[in-house]
């Protein structure tokens, strides 16, 4: 079974930081893309960005400039820095390790708000 152990959510004011944190094993890790989605009740699951096994990046437009997706190989981890963060962030944040559409796997979600 396949684990992804997230980390890091809170409660921030507007214009604040949080940095999320994701582990899994090391099999997984390094073949896989790591991302980071977010979820607000009534939509659907959107992408805030991916970075794949070498360290290519993609990021969703609305947080370009202000989040950043960083993966540690030593430690198994990928990690998403969020800076002048905004209430329209609020929302909770899924880790995802993506292999194939068979190898697709979830974390349980952090939640993070944001308001003052």
């Known amino acids: 079974q396949v684990q992804l152990v997230e980390s890091g959510g809170g409660l921030v004011q507007p214009g604040g930081s949080l940095r999320l944190s994701c582990t899994t094993s090391?099999?997984?890790?390094?073949?896989?893309?790591m991302g980071w989605f977010r979820q607000t009740p009534g939509k659907q699951r959107e992408l805030v960005a991916r970075?794949?096994?070498?360290?290519?990046?993609v990021y969703a437009e609305s947080v370009k400039g202000r989040f950043v997706i960083s993966r540690d190989n030593a430690k198994n981890t990928v990690y998403l820095q969020m800076n002048r963060l905004k209430p329209e962030d609020t929302a909770v944040y899924y880790c995802?390790?993506?292999?194939?559409?068979?190898?697709?796997?979830w974390g349980q979600g952090t939640q993070v708000t944001v308001s003052s």
């Open positions: 995802n390790a993506y292999g194939s559409a068979m190898n697709d796997y």
């Open positions: 090391g099999s997984i890790f390094r073949l896989y893309a």
């Open positions: 970075v794949g096994p070498s360290g290519s990046t």
